[in-house]
């Protein structure tokens, strides 16, 4: 698939994101998962599994996935369909802090500070694959820049953010946007990056398209209950892991595991999508000074 091929699905896919979104599908959202959790059937995703290299298929595949995928580490039918979720274990007394303070301290602090540089590394191998990297870097309360290269649904792709006092521009290598900066900018992506991933935010610029929720509404939409300590992943020894469980407007979507380093910043997430087709698994890696 070519580069604006990848855009154009992209940009479709935020189209259909929105009503997965409305106030009227909750009641269907509400209907798939007891679907799905009484057959674990998939019956959603059915049209994945039969997801190769036409543009349909790749469409209807992010209409249904992306939504879910770039928001959090999937898991459609609930706990027992995660058990290969690296770090699945739980981990009681790991440390003197509760987890979900850990986790909050993680966020006040990516916010406080004055000057931070994230470089990341994300992968994901299986039904959807990508493969991009870059880096994340906030100064002083304002100024940002999000940048990244490598390849999002098989074509090409290389995407920017900078945000300066008042104003933003973005987008990918053939579309751009521009305009005020929305005062919740900072936020939106912080809180993205810990809550959701940063693949989410990465997939919007894919798509020519801002943060998300950068009106200040971003802690409301996504949330994290459940928050506990689990046994350290072998890619990042020594590191303190935290499960939980990630709300999207009031509705459960799945769950995740953060691993922080020593100061309690971020080095590896990881990820796991299943469907009748296979698997996907997500990998970001984070390098923080």
Request: with cysteine; proline share 5%; aromatic share 8%.
């Amino acid at each position: 698939m070519t580069g604006s091929g990848v855009e154009e699905s992209a940009k479709q896919v935020e189209q259909d994101a929105g009503t997965l979104y409305h106030p009227d599908a909750a009641g269907f959202l509400r209907q798939e998962n007891a679907r799905c959790e009484a057959s674990c059937s998939f019956s959603t995703f059915h049209r994945l599994g039969r997801m190769k290299t036409s543009v349909e298929d790749w469409r209807a595949f992010q209409r249904w996935l992306i939504p879910f995928v770039t928001i959090l580490a999937l898991t459609v039918c609930g706990p027992d369909a995660n058990d290969s979720v690296p770090g699945r274990e739980m981990y009681q007394a790991f440390s003197p802090m509760e987890a979900d303070e850990a986790f909050g301290r993680l966020e006040e602090k990516l916010l406080a500070l004055q000057r931070v540089e994230v470089r990341y590394h994300i992968t994901s191998q299986g039904a959807f694959a990508a493969d991009l990297e870059g880096a994340l870097r906030l100064e002083g309360e304002h100024d940002l820049s999000l940048t990244g290269h490598g390849t999002f649904g098989g074509g090409p792709a290389s995407v920017h953010l900078t945000a300066a006092p008042g104003w933003m521009t973005g987008g990918n290598q053939n579309e751009a946007f521009e305009g005020p900066a929305p005062a919740g900018l900072r936020e939106a992506v912080v809180v993205g990056l810990t809550r959701m991933g940063l693949l989410h935010n990465l997939a919007r610029l894919v798509a020519g398209a801002p943060p998300d929720r950068a009106d200040g509404t971003v802690r409301e939409w996504v949330e994290v209950r459940e928050v506990d300590w689990v046994v350290s992943a072998g890619e990042a020894p020594g590191a303190r892991g935290i499960h939980f469980q990630i709300w999207v407007a009031g509705q459960p979507a799945g769950e995740a595991a953060l691993w922080l380093d020593e100061r309690g910043l971020p080095v590896l997430r990881e990820q796991v999508v299943r469907f009748p087709g296979g698997e996907m698994r997500v990998t970001e890696r984070y390098e923080v000074e």
